[in-house]
């Protein structure tokens, strides 16, 4: 079973509309990350979200961190094309709530959105 | 705004021969990693570097792969006999720190075409 899970795997919209992308686990996350990756190139990292319930904004992006802290989701409000490449979300190494993160990181297989103009 | 680097973009060789893959973390960065990339699928990570050596490897890490840090400045990583399954995208990053409140800086990738 995969670590993280996100949904959808694709999303193709026109822009000016709204979408949310899910990261899902039934593991507990001690933080929680988010990058974006476009073609040829590496991921970059937009966010990183700590605490159960945690709100952070970015922009037209709104980050949010379960209560829980095993899902996370991204919310883009008035998609631009520029929008477009992979939204991945991520989590280190020590994934288990109080454990220890060594740095190493695990991937969701990500969410390619494309935003036609 | 410092940045890792990768060399070559891009590399094509023949299945069974040796390719080194190269990296120069940022410079005050003390921690150092590979991810590769299959198309079409997600980052895995491979490997993570610290005081001149390894401090966690995945299985995918086996012995055809080795990392070196032969100066001060680059970073490598070695896949000694290429098979067509290595094929992929490699990506080096670099953190000051090893700690998850670190970020992981990320190269823009070396694409390994095994042929």
């Known amino acids: 079973t995969q670590l993280l899970e996100q949904s959808p795997q694709f999303l193709s919209i026109q822009e000016g509309e709204n979408l949310t992308v899910y990261c899902n686990s039934s593991s507990v996350f001690s933080s929680l990350q988010w990058y974006r990756q476009e073609p040829g190139e590496g991921p970059v990292l937009l966010v990183t979200?700590?605490?159960?319930?945690e709100v952070k904004k970015l922009k037209r992006l709104t980050f949010q961190f379960g209560d829980a802290r095993k899902d996370s989701s991204l919310h883009i409000t008035a998609a631009q094309p520029g929008d477009t490449g992979l939204y991945l979300c991520?989590?280190?190494?020590?994934?288990?709530?109080?454990?220890?993160?060594?740095?190493?990181?695990?991937f969701g297989q990500g969410t390619i959105l494309t935003v036609h103009p | 705004e410092p940045e890792v680097t990768q060399t070559p973009s891009h590399q094509v060789t023949q299945m069974g021969q040796e390719v080194i893959l190269r990296c120069v973390p940022i410079?005050?960065?003390?921690?150092f990693y590979w991810y590769r990339q299959i198309l079409g699928q997600k980052v895995e990570f491979l490997v993570s570097f610290y005081n001149n050596e390894i401090s966690e490897k995945s299985e995918i890490f086996d012995d055809q792969f080795s990392v070196e840090r032969p100066d001060g400045s680059n970073f490598t990583l070695k896949i000694r006999s290429t098979k067509l399954e290595d094929s992929a995208m490699y990506f080096c990053a670099s953190s000051e720190a090893g700690s998850s409140s670190y970020e992981q800086y990320f190269g823009p990738g070396t694409r390994l075409t095994v042929t």
């Open positions: 979200v700590v605490t159960g319930g």
């Open positions: 410079s005050n960065h003390l921690y």
């Open positions: 991520e989590v280190p190494k020590g994934f288990n709530a109080g454990g220890t993160s060594y740095g190493k990181l695990t």
